[in-house]
């Protein structure tokens, strides 16, 4: 359990408590499913469950709405930062697998 916002990314929350700590109305917060803005998972009985992650992209999207961006434009940048993130990661693994090769250093449990 080494992930520190791991439980920013629990899907706990119902929506009825998003709409508390968001101001939005359950309206707006499907709306943004709908648009692929915001992906709750689902109960067995249908119930959406929201992480706290997903809390914050709320205020987020509902902010840039506020400043009257689109919410095409909204999911445009999203693509665009997630592209960004995975592409940062893999620079990342390549590195780090340089660095281990220079060093001989091998994955795996320690040989101590």
Not at 44 to 52: D, L
Not at 58 to 83: C, F, P, S, W
């Amino acid at each position: 359990m080494g992930n520190e916002s791991s439980y920013k990314d629990k899907k706990v929350i119902t929506i009825g408590i998003v709409r508390e700590l968001t101001g939005l109305s359950e309206r707006q917060i499907r709306y943004y499913e709908e648009r692929k803005l915001i992906f709750p998972e689902r109960t067995a009985g249908g119930s959406r469950k929201y992480s706290f992650a997903d809390v914050e992209l709320l205020v987020e999207i509902a902010n840039k709405i506020e400043d009257g961006v689109q919410t095409h434009e909204i999911r445009k940048e999203m693509l665009k930062a997630q592209k960004k993130q995975n592409q940062e990661e893999i620079r990342r693994k390549m590195i780090q697998g340089q660095l281990n090769a220079q060093f001989g250093i091998r994955k795996g449990p320690a040989s101590h």
